[in-house]
């Protein structure tokens, strides 16, 4: 755990150690969490409060940017050890905090009971009166310190960052992109979006980095994984690079072996602005760690690109 500025960054655990967080903001004696990990990351959250020798009782707000598993699945087990919390989500996400049961049984779908089991554990949910569906720009306080939550779509409809004023800070889930900590080098983090399905929106997602920029943020803390600076190139090089996967999945909008295709386009992209950010043998590591993001983005935008179509195609609504 590291710590800067109240905001304390917590590794969930999920899938390997610097790949997921959430966060604990304190600020006299109250704190709140952004984000939850999955119901195995519980433990490790309340083990930050005991680190800072904050009760239960402490916290005032669960704030969730969007109800993805490895973000929300933690909240409702959370939130039974949160006797004063109450937690604040995007509208379209509230409902599935409260009655998560569509959520679990579309991961098992995809995942299978054991891998959902291992990776997520059970699904609790979170009563009505405890959960506040947060409005565009809803600002919420704690011990004084305003926490915003601002509608941030593009990686998902239901997507929300919160913008810390005291620390000109964002906490921005998955919106502006995924930057692990091993591609760092002397020009700074290394960044690609996450176009993962099924709600990606490239243009949704280009107003929402700049929406985000627009604050002069001093540092973005991503749940994938940890605090950045350099924001502003960070922005325009997630810009360019949204613009870059349409590129490349609108040119193959007629090919048979698409997927493959965009798996392969993808990572070449990566590769190659790996390897002009300066990390050293970047055709290996770029495949080696990005692996499963290439999947989950060429998958997203071939959701995106056929859902395009349709909209294009005229009598398709």
Known sequence: MSESDGIVTIDTGYQRTAFCAAYLVVEAGRAAFVD??????VPQLLAALDARGLPRDAVDWVILTHVHLDH????????RELPNATLVVHPRGAPHMIDPERLSASARAVYGD????RSYGALLPVPAGRVVAATDGQVV?????KLACVHTPGHAMHHLSVWDARARSWFSGDVFGISYREFDTARGPFVIPTSSPVQFDPEAMKASVRRMLAEAPAQVYLTHFGGVSDCQRLGADLIAQVDAMVALARSLTQAPDRHARLLEGLRALYVERARRHGI????RRIPELLGMDIELNAQGLAVWLDRARRDATPGSG
């Open 36 to 41: 939850s990990g999955t119901s195995r990351s």
């Open 72 to 79: 929300a699945g933690g909240a409702g087990g959370l939130m």
């Open 114 to 117: 054991e891998e959902f089991e």
């Open 141 to 145: 306080e704690l011990a004084g310190r």
């Open 280 to 283: 050293k043998d970047a055709a």
